[in-house]
């Protein structure tokens, strides 16, 4: 501690704790998403915290990297990604979205989403340049930005429609932003972008000569109707990176495979930063990624209604307890706000659910700043990427909620 009561931290952490990175004690600042893991498996709670799947992905992905193992795909494979994976993303951008992709100038293959991020904010945000996303966001994006220096403008999306106001958009994009980084489809809110605001995001980065980075990982997990890649719009090729991942559609969360796509010269920046990161990831996981790049619409089509039957169990199971959910457009995950059973405070609530009621959630305080989280300080994101029986449990279980509630009410 210094004569302020504040810890004395080295020189080299306090560059990470700027950036939020470390907490004042100079430990890494613990996520939200650790904590709650922490909490169920202390208490045996149905875990809808992190948004992962509990079930394996399509047979012939997995045999393709069991293959790719045993048949010596070892080694480091080359920098921007291996071509047969490269030239399946580029096949997949003309099958689904008509998109014209060359796989050796306009295709980078990354350690996941993730490191496409990373790398594309690394590469295109200087100190002081300003990054609008939507808020609440994917909790990689504040941290991201501010680790570049740069400064994080965002613009709220409001329970429980999501819809962006044009006005508080068109404020919030000026000369000095660099980068209108996207995520639609949206994680934590499950919303999709319409095509207006796709539109207007186009014509102001034109107006304010900014860039639009897009994060479409759940590209494939639309509910209804298909995914629109605002890179498909006119006039928006020439300015748009575009990154997804074979994670979320593949049910292959930890194989890390991920991609970017875009104008050459933007691709070339991106693996500059790129090849000195992780330079090159996951070998045998690239052509079986690329052999599920290539199945069929079936499965794609499959996959999401699957998922949707899954997200109607858990939101009868959310609305049931006592809550009221925005029912998610897709993705992993639904938006339930606890005040009607009596929360203030989302956090707590959360930290309180695994003992009230058996179930992890997490408040989606923390996907937003901490200056403005009062907009959503009641709000708690559950992830249904689960087996139905696991969703059909944690609905029982906070029935309980309904029921503690009616004991409540029924108290002198
Ligand atoms: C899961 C997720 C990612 C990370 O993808 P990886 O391929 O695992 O790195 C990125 N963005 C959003 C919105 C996500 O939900």
Redesign the pocket.
């Known amino acids: 501690m210094d004569d302020t009561g504040a810890p004395h931290l080295a020189p080299w952490q306090r560059t990470a704790a700027g950036a939020g990175l470390l907490a004042a004690n100079g430990t890494v600042a613990p996520t939200v998403f650790a904590e709650m893991s922490a909490l169920a498996l202390e208490t045996g709670a149905v875990n809808l915290g992190q948004?992962f799947p509990d079930e394996d992905g399509p047979r012939e992905v997995l045999e393709a990297a069991r293959e790719a193992i045993a048949s010596g795909v070892n080694q480091y494979p080359p920098g921007p990604g291996m071509p047969v994976l490269r030239e399946a993303i580029a096949r997949h951008q003309r099958r689904w979205y008509d998109l014209e992709v060359d796989p050796v100038r306009e295709v980078l293959v990354t350690?996941?989403?993730?490191?496409?991020?990373a790398a594309a904010i690394l590469a295109f945000v200087d100190t002081g340049d300003e990054v609008v996303t939507f808020e609440p966001s994917?909790d990689?994006y504040a941290a991201l930005v501010a680790r570049a220096g740069g400064v994080h403008r965002t613009v709220p999306l409001r329970f429980p429609d999501w819809v962006p106001d044009p006005d508080e958009l068109r404020a919030a994009v000026t000369d000095r932003t660099r980068v209108i980084l996207l995520?639609s489809p949206?994680?934590p809110t499950g919303a999709v972008l319409d095509r207006e605001t796709l539109e207007l995001v186009v014509e102001l980065a034109h107006r304010h000569d900014a860039l639009i980075v897009t994060?479409e990982?759940?590209e494939h997990l639309v509910f209804d109707g298909r995914h629109v890649p605002i890179a498909t719009l006119p006039g928006a090729w020439q300015r748009t990176v575009s990154?997804s991942?074979?994670?979320?559609t593949f049910n292959t969360?930890g194989w890390?495979?991920?991609w970017l796509t875009g104008p050459a010269h933007f691709v070339t920046a991106v693996l500059a930063v790129k090849q000195y990161l992780t330079f090159v990831n996951g070998a045998p996981f690239q052509p079986a990624i690329a052999a599920g790049l290539d199945l069929s619409h079936t499965y794609f089509a499959d996959a999401a209604a699957a998922l949707a039957a899954k997200r109607d169990v858990l939101v009868r199971g959310l609305d049931a307890a006592g809550f009221t959910t925005a029912v998610p457009r897709s993705?992993?995950f639904a938006v339930a706000d606890a005040a009607p059973l009596g929360a203030s405070d989302a956090a707590a609530f959360c930290r309180e659910l695994p003992r009230r009621a058996g179930v992890v959630g997490v408040p989606v305080t923390a996907f937003v700043h901490p200056d403005r989280r009062d907009s959503v300080r009641t709000l708690v994101r559950f992830a249904f990427c689960k087996r139905r029986e696991v969703l059909e449990e944690a609905s029982a279980r906070l029935a309980s909620l309904s029921r503690q509630r009616g004991a409540d009410a029924r108290r002198p």
């Open positions: 948004g350690a996941g989403a993730t490191e496409a991020l994917y990689a995520n949206h994680n994060d990982v759940y990154i991942s074979g994670g979320k969360t890390k495979i991920g993705g992993y």
